[in-house]
């Protein structure tokens, strides 16, 4: 059967978040799907869906609902037809897709790194003692409160750009983003310094972009086929296995790595108190289809070294 493809008259809808970052995101996945299939740009036609996520800005995620805020309305666009796939970072995504929603198709994965992000400072050590960090990340609030108890942590929310105005304006000294978002935006001039993600373990699935569709939509489903990227498959296969073992949501610091060598998965996996007074971490490797076996038992054996109320 010839595969239906979308034309001008009858573009694929594209739902996305209205940020610079998801845009760009979007617009990848756009010249991915016109290279991989020879079509015009106005065969695709993205639409940006406005989420709760983005509209409060002034409290921390875990006081309005955790990560599903950055995907429900466009989870809802999408179950109701209104678009055709969705575009996400997968770093905000919960690990369960609603009913009739699946998530299978992996871009290639950017820089895992977070970036130090200073207008006066070139690291982390070189803040001077009691600084003021801005972050909004429970993860990145841990690790930091982990290494320099004496730092003063601000909630910093809002895109790259509302981030960079607020330490300009003296709200903080620094603050994180993914190396990830600074290069797909192309933000060359961003004083940043790349932390190692054996100072900083990343949050799973960082630098990578997901595509959702619809269960039952068989020509979405052989088209994204064309543009699937398999080792960010893998990799995020182990990691989300980790996540969703630990019931990992906006409330929980966790980070997590899977790479991949020759046919070896080596998995990194850290939790840690919200205060940053424990951390526990593991280190593991195994074949790369065993991936979400390994992320399982990791998460497993976290747990139970953890004391009761960890989190």
């Keep these: 059967m010839t595969l239906s493809l979308p034309m001008p008259a009858q573009p694929l809808q594209i739902g996305t978040r209205g940020s610079p970052l998801a845009l760009a995101q979007a617009h990848e996945t756009r ?8 079509l015009p740009e106005d065969a695709f036609a993205i639409r940006v869906i406005k989420v709760t996520g983005d509209a409060v800005q002034d409290r921390p995620l875990k ?6 805020l950055f995907t429900r309305e466009i989870e809802e666009a999408l179950l ?12 905000d995504m919960p690990v369960e897709q609603p009913a009739g929603l699946i998530l299978d198709t992996y871009l290639p994965r950017e820089d895992v790194r977070d970036a130090f992000i200073s207008f006066g400072q070139g690291g982390l050590a070189e803040l001077a003692q009691g600084a003021t960090v801005g972050t909004s990340s429970l993860r990145r609030r841990a690790q930091l409160l982990n290494r320099r108890p004496d730092l003063t942590i601000v909630e910093f929310r809002g895109n790259v750009q509302t981030r960079l105005r607020k330490l300009t304006e003296g709200v903080a000294q620094a603050t994180f983003l993914a190396m990830a978002g600074l290069n797909r935006l192309n933000m060359t001039d961003v004083p940043r310094t790349p932390v190692s993600t054996d100072e900083m373990l990343p949050a799973v699935a960082q630098g990578a972009i997901g595509i959702e569709r619809r269960t039952d939509d068989s020509r979405t489903a052989e088209m994204l086929a064309a543009i699937h990227h398999g080792p960010t498959g893998q990799r995020l296969a182990a990691e989300r296995a980790f996540l969703a073992a630990l019931d990992g949501s906006c409330e929980t610091p966790i980070g997590g790595l899977a790479e991949l060598d020759g046919g070896t998965l080596r998995l990194r996996g850290e ?30 054996k976290l747990l139970e070294q953890a004391s009761p109320g960890f989190f």
Excluded: N
């Excluded at 006081?63 to 599903?68: S, Y």
């Excluded at 195994?286 to 038992?297: F, V």
């Design 31 to 38: 010249a991915r799907l016109m290279a991989a299939f020879d």
């Design 63 to 68: 006081e309005i609902g955790g990560k599903g």
């Design 80 to 91: 109701a037809g209104e678009i055709d796939i969705a575009v996400h970072s997968m770093k």
């Design 271 to 300: 939790i840690l108190r919200t205060d940053g007074s424990q951390v526990l971490t593991d280190d593991a490797t195994a074949p790369i289809e065993d991936g979400p076996s390994l992320g399982r038992e990791m998460a497993r």
